[in-house]
């Protein structure tokens, strides 16, 4: 048990619809960072949120967007869903600002489209 | 900008036999990490190394990284059923410090 916790372990919607996956860091951890891991592409670094503030960006959607709340639980928004949204997200964190820093994984939330 | 690749995609083993997968950056890197993630599992840090041609062990796996640093290698030797998973390599550019992820190799063991 890593210490991060998602939530909802499973989400099934429809196209167009909107979601929000909801993340809690490990007792400590200042920096969330999400991912995108689908079968054909991997896992793909969406954003960094450290202590509220976005720190880095990566390949996340304009119909996609996050935010750290003052607690430092963190919330992925997906909106305008499509079936090519149908992935696992995980969500991981660690203790400062930098990446280099060990990550530690949530269970993930997996997210189907229909 | 860094592109990570990762090889093999997939590896096919016997148990008990060793194998060697591969993470190769277009540039130079700060660091890198190790992660393995189990079948239905979640990623699981397993080692970083940041110096030039640093070698570290963890039991059966031997993690290497590049004089050049460029490149990292993870090194298991008589695989067990338990090392069935993903591992894939994740890298931080020395120049641009932006965060890579190899695509990872599946290990899939025979018994």
């Known amino acids: 048990d890593s210490g991060v916790t998602q939530t909802p372990k499973h989400l099934i919607t429809a196209t167009g619809q909107r979601v929000t996956l909801r993340c809690s860091p490990r007792?400590?951890?200042?920096?969330v960072y999400w991912y995108q891991q689908s079968l054909d592409q991997g896992l793909q670094f969406l954003i960094q949120?450290?202590?509220?503030?976005?720190?880095a960006k990566g390949n996340i959607l304009e119909r996609f967007s996050a935010q750290q709340f003052p607690d430092l639980h963190s919330e992925l928004n997906l909106s305008s869903l499509e079936l090519g949204d149908s992935a696992l997200y995980f969500c991981?964190?660690?203790?400062?600002?930098?990446?280099?820093?060990?990550?530690?994984f949530g269970p993930g939330t997996r997210l189907t489209v229909l | 900008g860094q592109q990570v690749m990762q090889i093999p995609q997939y590896q096919h083993v016997q148990e008990g036999e060793d194998f060697t997968t591969y993470c190769n950056s277009s540039?130079?890197?700060?660091?890198i990490q190790w992660y393995k993630q189990r079948p239905g599992g979640h990623p699981v840090f397993l080692i970083q190394l940041v110096k030039s041609g640093e070698v570290k062990k963890q039991k059966r796996l031997t993690f290497q990284f590049g004089e050049a640093k460029k490149n990292s290698s993870l090194h298991i030797t008589a695989t067990q059923t338990t090392d069935v998973g993903t591992y894939f390599c994740v890298t931080v550019g020395a120049n641009d410090y932006k965060l890579s992820f190899g695509a990872g190799t599946t290990v899939t063991v025979r018994a």
């Open positions: 949120y450290y202590n509220g503030e976005e720190r």
């Open positions: 540039t130079t890197l700060s660091n």
């Open positions: 991981a964190s660690s203790p400062s600002s930098s990446i280099t820093d060990t990550q530690y």
């Open positions: 007792s400590g951890d200042l920096s």
